[in-house]
Structure formats: structure tokens, C-alpha cells
């Protein structure tokens, strides 16, 4: 398959397979084919292994500014659109600034020259076509591993035409229930086809690889699991998964405890709350019996509202 914006005219970027042309109309990603981003910046906070040492020094400087970190590119817009997202305002309300293909290339060899570790491209799918060009473009200057974040609601064929273009995913593995994958994300497929999706992840970058001086990822999967209130038992499920059909040690696992209610939670009461230390105490227990012990948790402490970036001054864009 290949990745051209001749897609944009029946999208089928997404597994949402919406097919419409997003030249005239707004597709299930709720965007046109105008490439629009809200924030290109580095960015401390990802895992220890993305971000580095900076996500450990003290962010209080007088100019804000640490060495390092990962250079984090946000598109606006999402695939999947869950109802909870903490960046709404981007995926929702699709916060952001139009820009040309040839400005994305620019922000790119920008990010690197800020002395970013890597380029972190989070929600990318809906703008691959521009994004693919632009990577092209800065392909004999840009010396960072690529990595794609997104919600690992992807298709496979997608991930397929990304062979030469990625060198470490970070996906979610969000539910395992196709109840809860519909009630907050509207997608009761969501689990069969991020499964697949990150099946064919780990064949395609193989075990993760570090750099042996700095302990950054180099290369492989990172795969995230946001504990939600109330859902333990689909945690359960799906570290169960990952036990069963993913390769020992062909991946990293994160799991992550930052759920914070969101600004229409009331339409949505039984997560209408944070994540209590004892749910996310059982299933870091359940992963650590399970032998899932390579890779991240996060501190309880991480549930706070200042780990979203300030999309609305649209920094580096």
C-alpha cells in the first residue's frame, strides 16, 4: 500500500474506513486534508526510555528549558476520539494551525536542532499523506529515530507502508471489551484490530533496541495500558494478552496511571473520578506475576492536569 493523498479523496487511512473525500468534508478523524498541527515542542515527560534523563531534572528553570527530552509534533484532530482524552481540545475540538507540507519539514529539522532524542509524532494517521512527504524531504538531514504515538487503533496495511519510516512505535492497548471500547470510543472493534496492529509492530521493528551509553530507545514497540476507573478486570484481560501472544521481551510495557476526569465526565459517571491506588496497585500486581515486568509504571502521582501540554499558544507551529 502506498501512502499518497490520492487516500484523502475516499479516506481509508483509519480502520474507521469512513471513505470520504476529505477535500469537500470533514472525515470520522473530524479533519480535512488540510495538514493541521497544535504544538512541536520537547516535550520531559514521556517514559524514561523516550524522553531520557531530562524527565527526571527539575522543570523549573528560569527559561523553562532542559537539554534533550522528546520532540513531540501534535496533529490535530483523532481516529479514534476516545471521550476521556486529556488533549480534547486538539482531538475534539481540533485545536490547531494549517500548515504547508514544507513547514512541517522545516519544524522537523527544528525539533532536531533543539537537541531532541527522537521525533515523536502523536496522532499522525489522519495526516499521513503530508507527513510521509515531509519525512521524505528531510530524509538525508534528520538523524533521529521516528516514532509514532498513537491510540493503536490502526490498520495493519498502514503499519506495513510505515516499514522504512518508523523505528519505534507507541501505541495504546486501550480495552479489551468491545462494550467498553464503544461506550468511549465508539469503536466495538477496537481490541481486534489494535491486536493485529501491534502484532505486526513487533514482527516489523523486532525487540526493542537501546542505545547502550544513554538507555534511549533506539528502535522496537513501547506498548501503553491506561488503567480507567472501574476496569480492572479488562486490565486483567488484556495483560493476559500480552502474556499469551506477545513474544517474551519482544516489547516494552507501560503501564499508566494518569486517568483524570474529564470536562463532560458527568455524561459518563462510572469514570467520573481518578483512578484509586488500590486498582492500579492490582494490575501492576497482575503484570508483575505474569513475568511483565520489562519496561514502566508510572507514580500515582502522575494524575495531574499540568502533564497536558498548553496546546493553546500552538508552540513551534
Same mark, same amino acid.
Given at each position: 500500500?502506498?501512502?499518497?493523498?490520492?487516500?484523502?479523496?475516499?479516506?481509508?487511512?483509519?480502520?474507521?474506513?469512513?471513505?470520504?473525500?476529505?477535500?469537500?468534508?470533514?472525515?470520522?478523524?473530524?479533519?480535512?486534508?488540510?495538514?493541521?498541527?497544535?504544538?512541536?515542542?520537547?516535550?520531559? #515527560?514521556?517514559?524514561?526510555?523516550?524522553?531520557?534523563?531530562?524527565?527526571?531534572?527539575?522543570?523549573?528553570?528560569?527559561?523553562?528549558?532542559?537539554?534533550?527530552?522528546?520532540?513531540?509534533?501534535?496533529?490535530?484532530?483523532?481516529?479514534?476520539?476516545?471521550?476521556?482524552?486529556?488533549?480534547?481540545?486538539?482531538?475534539?475540538?481540533?485545536?490547531?494551525?494549517?500548515?504547508?507540507?514544507?513547514?512541517?519539514?522545516?519544524?522537523?529539522?527544528?525539533?532536531?536542532?533543539?537537541?531532541?532524542?527522537?521525533?515523536?509524532?502523536?496522532?499522525?494517521?489522519?495526516?499521513?499523506?503530508?507527513?510521509?512527504?515531509?519525512?521524505?524531504?528531510?530524509?538525508?538531514?534528520?538523524?533521529?529515530?521516528?516514532? =509514532?504515538?498513537?491510540?493503536?487503533?490502526?490498520?495493519?496495511?498502514?503499519?506495513?507502508?510505515?516499514?522504512?519510516?518508523?523505528?519505534?512505535?507507541?501505541?495504546?492497548?486501550?480495552?479489551?471489551?468491545?462494550?467498553?471500547? #464503544?461506550?468511549?470510543?465508539?469503536?466495538?472493534?477496537?481490541?481486534?484490530?489494535?491486536?493485529?496492529?501491534?502484532?505486526?509492530?513487533?514482527?516489523?521493528?523486532?525487540?526493542?533496541?537501546?542505545?547502550?551509553?544513554?538507555?534511549?530507545?533506539?528502535?522496537?514497540?513501547?506498548?501503553?495500558?491506561?488503567?480507567?476507573?472501574?476496569?480492572?478486570?479488562?486490565?486483567?484481560?488484556?495483560?493476559?494478552?500480552?502474556?499469551? =501472544?506477545?513474544?517474551?521481551?519482544?516489547?516494552?510495557?507501560?503501564?499508566?496511571?494518569?486517568?483524570?476526569?474529564?470536562?463532560?465526565?458527568?455524561?459518563?459517571?462510572?469514570?467520573?473520578?481518578?483512578?484509586?491506588?488500590?486498582?492500579?496497585?492490582?494490575?501492576?500486581?497482575?503484570?508483575?506475576?505474569?513475568?511483565?515486568?520489562?519496561?514502566?509504571?508510572?507514580?500515582?502521582?502522575?494524575?495531574?492536569?499540568?502533564?497536558?501540554?498548553?496546546?493553546?499558544?500552538?508552540?513551534?507551529?
Amino acid at each position: 500500500m502506498s501512502i499518497s493523498f490520492s487516500l484523502y479523496e475516499q479516506c481509508t487511512l483509519c480502520p474507521r474506513m469512513c471513505r470520504i473525500d476529505r477535500r469537500t468534508h470533514t472525515g470520522a478523524c473530524g479533519c480535512s486534508n488540510r495538514l493541521t498541527a497544535a504544538r512541536a515542542a520537547l516535550h520531559y #515527560w514521556e517514559e524514561p526510555c523516550i524522553s531520557g534523563n531530562a524527565a527526571l531534572q527539575n522543570n523549573n528553570s528560569n527559561t523553562g528549558q532542559i537539554p534533550g527530552g522528546s520532540g513531540t509534533v501534535f496533529f490535530s484532530g483523532c481516529t479514534l476520539r476516545c471521550c476521556y482524552c486529556q488533549n480534547y481540545t486538539i482531538s475534539q475540538e481540533n485545536l490547531g494551525k494549517e500548515i504547508t507540507v514544507n513547514r512541517l519539514a522545516d519544524i522537523f529539522l527544528s525539533i532536531q536542532a533543539q537537541g531532541a532524542y527522537n521525533l515523536n509524532l502523536v496522532t499522525p494517521t489522519q495526516f499521513l499523506p503530508h507527513i510521509v512527504k515531509a519525512l521524505a524531504m528531510v530524509k538525508s538531514e534528520l538523524n533521529l529515530p521516528v516514532i =509514532y504515538n498513537c491510540s493503536g487503533y490502526e490498520r495493519v496495511e498502514i503499519i506495513d507502508a510505515l516499514h522504512d519510516k518508523v523505528q519505534i512505535y507507541l501505541p495504546d492497548i486501550k480495552y479489551f471489551s468491545p462494550d467498553l471500547s #464503544w461506550r468511549y470510543s465508539r469503536a466495538n472493534d477496537y481490541f481486534d484490530v489494535a491486536s493485529k496492529a501491534i502484532l505486526r509492530m513487533i514482527k516489523q521493528t523486532g525487540p526493542p533496541v537501546f542505545d547502550e551509553e544513554t538507555g534511549r530507545l533506539k528502535q522496537g514497540v513501547l506498548l501503553r495500558h491506561m488503567v480507567l476507573p472501574g476496569a480492572i478486570k479488562d486490565s486483567f484481560q488484556i495483560l493476559h494478552w500480552m502474556k499469551e =501472544y506477545l513474544p517474551e521481551k519482544s516489547f516494552l510495557i507501560s503501564l499508566m496511571s494518569q486517568y483524570t476526569p474529564f470536562y463532560h465526565a458527568s455524561d459518563y459517571p462510572e469514570i467520573n473520578r481518578r483512578v484509586t491506588i488500590y486498582e492500579y496497585r492490582k494490575v501492576v500486581d497482575e503484570a508483575i506475576r505474569l513475568g511483565l515486568t520489562h519496561g514502566f509504571m508510572q507514580e500515582k502521582s502522575s494524575a495531574k492536569e499540568e502533564y497536558t501540554p498548553p496546546f493553546s499558544t500552538l508552540e513551534g507551529i
